[in-house]
């Protein structure tokens, strides 16, 4: 890892260790799911999440994960876990979700990256693909960090036991190293993204892109200018960009900052602008999620004021099942606290390098004295 990289990756490893994470007992046979707004063919489609209960994410073991996630509360964290406890957790999602009708259109991730060996194994990969196909999914969506993305024989047992489309997402949150790994804590560089991109597209698998909108320690100003580039960058390799407003989570870098007033979650008008900005090519390849839903769910999700909040929302729900942007050209200024937001998007007068590296020194003398 990049040494310039180190200190947010401190910060985190103190963090997890002040604030440790014991995951309570869970059923090991059972996987979580929710689901969400998307479009299939065209139309209208609530699109079923599997997140399997597999060990933790191998980031957050070795880097303290990201500042905003709390994944490892729906792993198998401390606990173990089998390969007949993952295909147990597939058979009764598969059975749950196909017991009325076909879902053609499945995401079904693990708990950090689908394509780690230490969470999925070869054998167990192979089995997982194989009861899916049986299922009848034609396209299948999953997740992984880039370094998994590099082996190669991952990529081809999954093309060679699954015959549908595949699209992998990958958490690049910014096209911008300094802002992805010392806001996010991802622990990679764009090198390795596209690196990981020219790989699937080897392989006749598409990506996606999650997108981190409301990140820490940036100006909503910053915040709205680096999404639109990390859109930008997506769609010019031809992925998908998936946009997550930042939500709420417990055992977080972002809940202990939101905590002492150092954080607040984005306003909807930020992803309303996002949309704006773009033009119609670009904006028929974003997607607005994290909105209302995550798993596990979230102490508080992005929001404007009591008056308009539920009519922006639905709005984006809209925008995600349908793609008709007059949904959102309607709302585009429905409330006077627009007015209020608008006052944040005033460009800093300081570079956000120097600015974040004065918190983080804050932050980890902080939490410093307090392992005291």
């Known amino acids: 890892m990049n040494v310039e990289w180190e200190l947010p990756r401190k910060v985190m490893k103190l963090f997890r260790s002040r604030y440790p994470f014991q995951s309570s007992m869970l059923n090991t046979d059972l996987p979580a799911i929710f689901y969400e707004e998307a479009c299939y063919k065209d139309r209208p489609y609530v699109l ?7 060990r933790t994410c191998k980031w957050f073991q070795t880097g303290g994960g990201c500042t905003m996630c709390n994944f490892q509360s729906i792993s198998a964290y401390d606990h173990t876990i089998s390969k007949e406890n993952i295909i147990n ?36 990969l192979i089995e997982i693909l194989r009861i899916i196909k049986k299922n009848n ?9 880039p370094e998994f993305v590099l082996n190669e024989q991952r990529l081809e047992t999954m093309r060679e036991n699954f015959n549908g489309s595949i699209s992998i997402g ?3 949150e910014s ?25 699937l597209k080897k392989h006749d698998i598409t990506f996606h892109s999650y997108i981190l ?40 870098l972002v809940h202990w900052l939101w905590e002492r007033n150092m954080y607040a ?30 798993m596990p769910p979230a102490i508080a999700y992005a929001m404007n004021c009591e008056e308009c909040t539920s009519t922006v929302h639905n709005a984006l ?56």
């Not at 950090?112 to 230490?118: M, W």
């Open 317 to 372: 729900v809209g925008w995600n099942i349908t793609r008709d942007y007059h949904i959102i050209k309607q709302i585009i200024d429905c409330c006077d606290c627009k007015i209020g937001w608008e006052k944040t998007l005033e460009e800093p007068s300081e570079r956000n390098e120097k600015r974040i590296l004065e918190t983080y020194e804050t932050i980890f003398d902080e939490m410093q004295q307090q392992s005291l």
């Open 48 to 54: 079923p999440l599997v997140i399997l209960k597999t």
């Open 175 to 199: 096209s911008n190293d300094f802002i992805r790994n010392f806001c996010i804590n991802k622990g990679f560089g764009t090198k390795a993204f596209m690196q990981a991109v020219d790989i």
């Open 265 to 294: 979650l984005p306003r909807l008008w930020s992803a309303l602008r996002v949309l704006e900005d773009l033009t119609p090519t670009e904006r028929s390849k974003v997607w607005i999620k994290g909105i209302d839903k995550d």
């Open 213 to 252: 909108l409301g990140k820490p320690f940036l100006s909503t100003y910053e915040d709205i200018e680096d999404t639109l580039r990390t859109i930008r960058l997506t769609i010019s390799l031809g992925g998908i960009a998936i946009v997550r407003l930042v939500n709420l989570q417990a055992h977080t």
């Open 137 to 145: 999914v034609e396209v299948l969506s999953t997740e992984s960090r």
């Open 89 to 124: 957790q597939v058979n009764w999602a598969m059975k749950k979700l196909t017991s009325h009708f076909q879902r053609p259109y499945l995401h079904l991730t693990s708990s950090g990256s689908f394509l780690d060996p230490d969470e999925i194994d070869e054998e167990t």
């Open 170 to 172: 990958i958490g690049l």
